[in-house]
């Protein structure tokens, strides 16, 4: 079976690339960049040759090559000359590119050697902040606007999941822990989203902390225990979807009265769910954190 997605509409190429419709239009019928077809009901759609090529004519655009210019140049030649820039200048943008095709081609080669192409480049933390982040962004609103489907995000987000489990790796037996608090990280119940706490704890070890990972869907329950076994611990989760708005503020409190009251601890949060929170009846013993970058400059 061919999982590929070779049919695009307009609206999906405006979501994958951002470039808005009415441009993608324009450049269609003035410039003849693209060849829209059509299926057996005379629905029009965009093939994936057509949507490569689009990626690529939008990186020259922002490089400062005219649309008018491009439309003159091979069909063959563009890809070139996408690849020249990217090797000579910026190639986060490039490198999104890629990876956006490697998910929806389910290209695991394409991933790996873009992969490879950034680390010749730039760290792996540079990697996850300058690419990754934008990436997970971009894949969460494509995914809401149903331009992909969940396989296509699995897909990707595996294989980020593996990068940092193994850069991780590379550095805990190396690591010397020089700080005397304890880092705590956990995602609440049915909470799943875990790369960004994934990443923090990377850091957290490259900082040189002791660092307690424990996942997702972590009861408050299961965390009292480690209040017998450490003191100065700093707990740190990462609300996504959960806890929901109607319950986030109760489930404050209950961490506060379990975890905190009386304790040496702290509870640092971060995630979109903050926006259901109220922000100025929190505990001193509670920081939050509007980014992940935010969060790391107070380890």
Do not use: C
């Amino acid at each position: 079976m061919n999982n590929i997605k070779n049919k695009f509409s307009i609206k999906d190429l405006e979501n994958l690339t951002g470039i808005k419709a009415h441009t993608i239009r324009i450049w269609e019928k003035r410039y003849n960049l693209l060849t829209p077809k059509r299926t057996d009901t005379n629905i029009r759609y965009y093939d994936l040759s057509n949507f490569q090529k689009l990626l690529n004519v939008s990186y020259l655009n922002s490089n400062g090559y005219k649309i008018s210019k491009i439309a003159t140049l091979d069909e063959h030649r563009i890809p070139v000359l996408v690849r020249e820039i990217a090797a000579q200048t910026n190639i986060e943008s490039h490198a999104l590119n890629s990876f956006k095709l490697s998910m929806l081609n389910f290209d695991q080669v394409l991933f790996y050697n873009t992969y490879e192409a950034l680390l010749k480049e730039r760290s792996f933390a540079e990697i996850f902040r300058d690419v990754f982040i934008p990436l997970l962004t971009e894949i969460g609103l494509l995914w809401q606007t149903n331009t992909i489907t969940p396989a296509h995000e699995h897909f990707i987000t595996t294989f980020i999941r593996q990068k940092i489990l193994i850069n991780t790796e590379r550095i805990q037996a190396k690591a010397a822990q020089s700080s005397h608090k304890t880092f705590v990280l956990y995602l609440p119940d049915n909470e799943i989203h875990e790369l960004g706490l994934l990443f923090i704890n990377y850091m957290v070890i490259k900082g040189g902390n002791h660092s307690i990972f424990l996942g997702q869907s972590v009861p408050i329950d299961s965390l009292k225990d480690l209040l017998n076994y450490y003191d100065n611990l700093v707990f740190i989760s990462y609300f996504t979807i959960q806890p929901d708005k109607e319950s986030i503020n109760g489930y404050i409190k209950e961490f506060h009265k379990e975890i905190l009251n009386n304790k040496n601890a702290e509870f640092w949060i971060l995630g979109r769910m903050l926006n259901s929170l109220n922000l100025d009846v929190l505990p001193k013993q509670i920081k939050t954190f509007n980014s992940i970058d935010s969060l790391l400059e107070n380890l």
